[in-house]
């Protein structure tokens, strides 16, 4: 394969991961703050869609394309008793 050929497969698929990237982001936003039903087999618990950002030990940090998805669990819920008790 020539130089220049290899140089435009490269150039090519960095287009695309960055297409790909930019959708997964759009689609992200959109969904920022729904709510979504399940996240754990042993209570009620739902989960909560935070797009662009991320918290850690209490602190929110905002970054583009940095997404997360929280479950919150019943308060009575063996499994995070457990996480609770293991932190
Ligand atoms: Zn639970």
């Known amino acids: 394969m020539s130089n220049a050929r290899r ?4 150039e090519r698929r960095a287009a ?3 297409a790909g990237v930019d959708g997964l982001n759009q689609t992200m936003s959109a969904l920022d703050g729904a709510h979504i039903p399940g996240g754990c087999d042993h209570c009620d618990a ?4 935070r797009a662009n950002q991320l ?3 209490g ?3 905002m970054g583009h394309g940095v997404h997360t998805i ?7 819920c ?5 996480m609770q008790r293991v932190a």
């Open 46 to 49: 739902y989960q909560v869609i």
């Open 16 to 18: 695309e991961r960055k």
């Open 70 to 76: 929280e479950v919150h669990h019943d308060d009575d």
């Open 7 to 10: 140089k435009r497969r490269t």
């Open 78 to 82: 063996p499994v995070l008793l457990k």
């Open 59 to 61: 602190v929110t940090e």
């Open 55 to 57: 918290t850690m030990g």
